[in-house]
């Protein structure tokens, strides 16, 4: 009865029947090897090895029985027992791709990762591997540390159907060693989504994320991994990154500190302790870490340039250059370091080494801006070179920079390339800008000067001396202007304001002189010239000019010793009035 209801696949009526058989004392094999398939079905595994012990004890002996047997233990959790019982069933007959299957899901029960791949590679020449004996492969290939093997075991186990969270942790830890970072995120993502919570799955998704550089979604990551228990020092340091990049530079500061605490080898540690120092204004201390992230081995750019940067805000200048040149001999297309190499060059005053740099950031920068034609511009400037300067000054303010500064000094370059008219238009537009200093008017005096508009030039002068009534100069130049137009009370005036401020000007008392000539105040002219000659007595303009005074008050002895003093001291001009009045 028994056996006919397992024919009409009554299992539960079968079993009924079949156990009183056996209850019975039946001696039939087929008895007890039915209720072991019966019992099995009904997860009564014990129940099922029991039956199928007694099968075998009364002549059972082929490859099923050994088969389900083994796979009876199996289910109990006796791994290691159904080996034997698998490899039974094979060697009866040795395509028995069932027992195979089983034999490899017990072998990957026992983490015997070698032998799980054997017996799947077999199943899967014979062309009837499925979703589990891809997984069963993959995640020993994984284990054996062949990742691409395992990654292609595991696609194809997605690919067939699998459900199984460890496939997708596996293939994307997988992925992981291959710093395929993309890859490893969406498959330890599906992974975490299906259930997965173990540590590892929490830093590598911490660990891949910081990689490409998505900080704020890493750093939930590297906490909970770090909170789970993973205490290797560069989950740390990472995370120490993370709240870095978010601002939190204390917290930063305590894992990077933490990360040295477990290894202090760690020198990428340092690196980013000595970024956190910097950037909380420290950049003496930043040195001292980054120096040891340097002795430690790191060979980075980004390193070297920051250490450069924090000897530039200690104003080292040599020591900062020397670690730009280390960032761009490592990155030779490195636009930041060289950048603030071409700054440091500025500070030492080596304008062309800094605008050779500063040439490179030009080509390096697809679409460079106002502010480096600025920084360019005043690069040649300071050297003098004013079509270049003036070029890049162009380039800037076209680029929308409208500084006044910048107007100012190329309207100066406009007046060393005698472009005067230019040069009052940019002087014009720096003071419409709001500069209203002393030199502005003084090089738009300068301009005007060169246009011969003498007026104007008096009018800057003018407004010098009112926002500095101390100013000298401006009174010099006022006054020999004035001297030029034969304003000479004018020009007497200012030459008055010069000696007051500047006692010792020679020249202002020539120029008081010649003024003073000039209304026929010959006394005070010769008293003037005196003064001259006692404060310069190399000039030989000045003892020329004295001796014509003294020949307009008719003292032609005095006339030619002065004129003969003016020869010797190189003044050809005096050999004349020699010849003609001192025979």
């Not at 899901?105 to 791949?117: E, H, R």
Request: aromatic share 12%; glycine share 6%.
């Amino acid at each position: 009865l028994g056996l006919s209801y397992l024919q009409q696949q009554k299992n539960k009526e079968a079993l009924t029947y079949l156990e009183k058989a056996s209850a019975a004392g039946s001696k039939d094999k087929e008895i007890y090897f039915q209720l072991g398939n019966a019992r099995f079905k009904e997860n009564n595994f014990k129940g099922a090895i029991e039956s199928y012990d007694k099968a075998i004890a009364l002549g059972s002996n082929d490859e099923i029985i050994y088969n389900n047997r083994g796979k009876a233990k199996l289910n109990s959790g006796l791994a290691k027992e159904s080996i034997e019982d698998f490899s039974r069933s094979l060697q009866l007959k040795t395509d028995y791709v069932q027992a195979m299957k089983n034999r490899a899901a017990a072998y990957y029960q026992l983490s015997d990762w070698q032998k799980t791949v054997n017996d799947v590679a077999i199943v899967s020449d014979k062309g009837q591997s499925g979703p589990e004996e891809y997984t069963f492969s993959g995640v020993a290939k994984y284990n054996l540390k062949d990742y691409k093997g395992a990654v292609d075991d595991l696609t194809k186990a997605i690919n067939g159907g699998a459900k199984d969270k460890i496939v997708y942790a596996t293939r994307g830890s997988a992925n992981f060693e291959f710093k395929e970072y993309e890859k490893t995120i969406a498959d330890l993502a599906t992974a975490k989504k299906m259930g997965e919570k173990s540590t590892k799955v929490h830093y590598q998704l911490g660990t891949s994320r910081f990689n490409m550089q998505d900080y704020k979604t890493a750093l939930l990551d590297l906490d909970t991994a770090i909170n789970s228990g993973y205490t290797d020092a560069d989950a740390y340091d990472m995370r120490g990154y993370c709240k870095l990049q978010n601002k939190d530079t204390d917290g930063g500061m305590r894992d990077f500190t933490s990360a040295i605490d477990k290894n202090p080898k760690l020198a990428s540690a340092y690196f980013h302790r000595g970024d956190a120092k910097f950037i909380s204004n420290n950049p003496s201390a930043a040195v001292v870490d980054y120096t040891e992230a340097i002795t430690l081995g790191l060979k980075d750019p980004i390193l070297s340039n920051n250490r450069g940067k924090a000897y530039f805000n200690q104003e080292k200048w040599n020591e900062a250059i020397a670690d730009f040149t280390a960032a761009v001999t490592l990155k030779p297309d490195y636009l930041r370091a060289f950048d603030n190499r071409a700054q440091t060059f500025y500070k030492l005053k080596k304008f062309e080494d800094g605008v050779k740099d500063y040439r490179q950031v030009e080509k390096l920068t697809e679409k460079p801006d106002a502010s480096l034609y600025q920084q360019l511009a005043e690069g040649y400037y300071e050297q003098k070179k004013y079509p270049a300067a003036l070029e890049y000054f162009d380039k800037a303010i076209n680029g929308g920079a409208s500084d006044k500064s910048l107007l100012f000094k190329r309207g100066k370059c406009h007046i060393e390339l005698e472009e005067y008219q230019l040069a009052i238009r940019d002087f014009d537009q720096a003071i419409k800008a709001g500069d209203n200093s002393v030199q502005i008017y003084l090089e738009r005096a300068r301009a005007n000067l060169g246009m011969e508009n003498k007026n104007g030039a008096l009018e800057d002068l003018a407004k010098v001396i009112a926002l500095e009534p101390t100013h000298a100069d401006a009174y010099y130049n006022s006054a020999v202007i004035k001297e030029e137009n034969k304003q000479f009370e004018a020009a007497i005036s200012d030459y008055d304001n010069v000696i007051k401020l500047t006692p010792k000007d020679a020249a202002a008392f020539y120029g008081r002189a010649n003024s003073r000539g000039g209304i026929d105040d010959l006394g005070g002219a010769i008293s003037d010239m005196n003064e001259a000659i006692d404060l310069d007595a190399k000039k030989a303009p000045y003892y020329r000019q004295r001796g014509n005074f003294y020949y307009q008050m008719q003292n032609k002895e005095k006339a030619c010793f002065d004129w003969r003093k003016a020869v010797e001291l190189g003044d050809p001009k005096a050999r004349f009035s020699i010849d003609q009045y001192c025979k």
